[in-house]
């Protein structure tokens, strides 16, 4: 099985730039497409961005991700990272790293994803 394991989140104000962390088991980034999700207080999971196995020049984002977030992955050390520039107080949520192998029309699903990490909390507050 596929481990996932996110770390990097923390407090930071608004403006800030932080870098999560996804690290993975041997092997999978070779075999799952990985995906960012965010849940804030209240509300629902939520899609941020993903690199595809087939397609990693080609990640995918959600509209709010796009112009701030980036995510990228180190094949060598098996892990994912998501940047994320000028974060608001909206931002603030659990952020959780998963691998599966969705298509494009699942790449957004949650459900089309099978490993998941635990989580890491980005608090966003001034």
């Known amino acids: 099985q596929a481990l996932v394991v996110e770390s990097g989140g923390g407090l930071v104000q608004p403006g800030d730039s932080l870098t999560l962390s996804c690290e993975t088991g041997v092997g999978t980034l070779s075999y799952y497409s990985i995906a960012w999700f965010r849940q804030a207080a209240g509300k629902g999971r939520e899609f941020v961005a993903a690199v595809r196995r087939e397609k990693p020049a080609y990640p995918t984002y959600a509209d709010f991700a796009q112009d701030r977030f980036a995510i990228s992955r180190d094949l060598a050390k098996s892990t994912v990272y998501l940047q994320m520039n000028n974060l608001q107080s909206e931002d603030t949520a659990n952020y959780s790293c998963?691998?599966?192998?969705?298509?494009?029309?699942?790449?957004?699903?949650?459900?089309?994803?099978?490993?998941w990490g635990q989580g890491t909390q980005v608090i966003v507050s001034s």
């Open positions: 998963a691998a599966g192998s969705p298509n494009l029309s699942t790449v957004r699903q949650p459900s089309a994803y099978i490993y």
